[in-house]
């Protein structure tokens, strides 16, 4: 049995602010080994319950923050930037499930730490739904017929995912007072928790259906000011909704409207003024 693990910052255990998820911050290196040690925990739970082989996707911002030195031996690392499925590069259908840790609320919602993909994000839409990374991120896993089984991160993301996933299974390992501010267990406690979740989560794993994207998806972006519209409008196939900072793209399916969201955001990064 195949795990895919998923393991982005924000939502990992203690990591209240930016000053832990931003390379150039002080806080940066503790919150490494942090990262490394919780995706541990769950590796070798995974092990203990029947998974045979386990490969881990370092998730986020540049995507080297995971120390392979002190990673589980018997795992595989995704490390580094530039990959056509970000997040969850290398997921496919040879996968029993998919787990999802560190991972934090949508963009505009009460959570430490929340966004989307950029801070100039104000709503991803698939259709009318309103999604964050972790339902875009859930629709990928889908078209592979990969179920999320368990998602680990702040009580808001794991409220995100209840609500998106009948039957998940979730680790919430701090709780938002503010969107920098956590009430959080200590890394060791949230060790416990997560490996006890891993088992209950592959116990349950035939419970759990894949999510299933809509076909011929239409995503939407709305970005927090025209100038990044402007630039994530430069993609060849998109238009701005009048009126708005909306930018609309009509996609062949979600792996298309995945890469979309990652070139408009990429391109709106440009926009110097905010």
Not at 24 to 34: L, P
Not at 122 to 149: C, M, Q, S, T, W
Not at 232 to 261: C, H, R, W
Request: proline share 5%; aromatic share 8%.
């Amino acid at each position: 049995m195949k795990l895919y693990l998923s393991v982005d910052m924000e939502g990992i255990t203690g990591l209240p602010d930016h000053t832990y998820v931003d390379s150039s911050k002080h806080n940066y290196e503790r919150a490494r080994r942090i990262m490394t040690k919780e995706t541990n925990y769950v590796i070798e739970e995974a092990y203990k319950n029947g998974v045979t082989e386990i490969l881990v996707n370092d998730s986020h911002s540049k995507m080297n923050n995971i120390l392979i030195d002190e990673l589980h031996p018997e795992a595989y690392l995704i490390t580094g930037d530039v990959k056509p499925l970000s997040m969850v590069q290398c997921l496919d259908n040879s996968y029993s499930g998919a787990m999802f840790l560190g991972y934090h609320a949508r963009a505009g919602e009460f959570g430490a730490m929340a966004h989307s993909m950029i801070h100039g994000v104000r709503n991803f839409y698939i259709n009318d739904d309103k999604v964050g990374e972790l339902g875009f991120n859930a629709y990928v896993a889908g078209h592979f017929g990969v179920p999320v089984l368990m998602v680990a991160g702040d009580d808001q993301a794991c409220a995100e995912a209840e609500q998106l996933i009948p039957h998940i299974t979730t680790a919430s390992v701090k709780q938002t007072i503010s969107r920098s501010a956590v009430k959080s267990l200590t890394p060791k406690k949230a060790g416990v928790l997560l490996q006890e979740k891993v088992a209950v989560a592959l116990e349950n794993r035939n419970k759990v259906k894949p999510l299933a994207p809509p076909k011929k998806p239409t995503l939407r972006i709305e970005f927090t000011n025209y100038g990044e519209a402007e630039w994530a409008n430069l993609m060849p196939g998109t238009e701005i909704e009048p009126g708005s900072p909306t930018v609309k793209f009509e996609a062949k399916d979600i792996l298309e409207a995945y890469q979309a969201m990652i070139v408009m955001t990429e391109l709106a990064m440009h926009t110097t003024f905010r």
